[in-house]
């Protein structure tokens, strides 16, 4: 299947979904996670209309910035390692994954202009899965005032890799409850209008729970 086509299929999807729930498809953004595929698959990304572009490692990402530049809206969606934040602080225009202080510290000291951050909180059991427990989320995000280089623009959370429709869809709403729990506390630098959640295989149940910014890489194109 062609990135074109994968593309038309899921925009159907995403309409039915936003359907269901009464939303309007302009509500959601699409990121093309492009973390396995190369320079060329990539051009067909945005080719076919997508800007923003999703990648969880330094090396893809300055690869593929290097290449498209400002053609694209670049997102970093992996865990960042607080060493290597000043390698592509500068190029991002989203992080998905601020989930501690040390990091938040160094994006303060690095970066030249506020960065639109997603605070990560792990709604799930699963080890794999990084991020802030629920119960902490709050402090964090009160903590981040000091630093005016980042702007907390909504939360990100991973859902475990489950047919379980039900254990997905109450991670999703455990972040939704979280993030109006946020809203309430009316910081200006944490505006939490935003919900990163949803790949390829719970992008549906994330748009129906409330998603903002939904990730997708398989789907959309597939694997090198
Ligand atoms: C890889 C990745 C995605 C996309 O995953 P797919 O299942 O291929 O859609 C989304 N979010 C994060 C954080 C990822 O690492």
């Known amino acids: 299947m062609t990135v074109q086509g994968n593309l038309t299929y899921v925009r159907q999807e995403v309409e039915r979904a936003c359907r269901r729930v009464n939303r309007s498809i302009d509500e959601i953004t699409l990121v093309a996670v492009t973390k396995t595929v ?12 997508l800007v923003h572009l999703g990648e969880n490692r330094n090396e893809g990402l300055l690869q593929k910035y290097e290449y498209f530049g400002n053609k694209a809206t670049w997102h970093f969606i992996g865990s960042l390692q607080s060493r ?3 390698e592509i602080v500068n190029e991002i225009d989203y992080l998905h994954s601020l989930d501690r202080l040390s990091l938040a510290k160094e994006i303060q000291k690095r970066a030249m202009k506020p960065i639109r951050c997603f605070v990560q909180i792990k709604t799930s059991e699963e080890e794999s899965k990084q991020g802030l427990n629920i119960e902490e989320t709050v ?7 000091q630093f005016d280089k980042i702007e907390v623009v909504g939360l990100m959370t991973m859902a475990p890799y489950t047919d379980d429709e039900m254990q997905i869809r109450s991670c999703f709403q455990m972040l939704r409850k979280l993030q109006k729990q946020v809203q309430d506390l ?11 959640m949803g790949m390829s295989n719970d992008y549906t149940i994330a748009i129906e729970e409330g998603a903002t910014f939904i990730r997708l890489g398989t789907i959309l194109v597939g694997k090198e």
């Open 139 to 145: 402090e964090f995000i009160c903590s981040l005032q």
């Open 84 to 86: 290597k934040v000043k």
């Open 186 to 196: 009316n910081l200006s630098h944490a505006p939490c209008t935003e919900l990163s």
């Open 38 to 49: 190369g320079i060329e698959k990539t051009n067909k990304v945005l080719q076919a209309g």
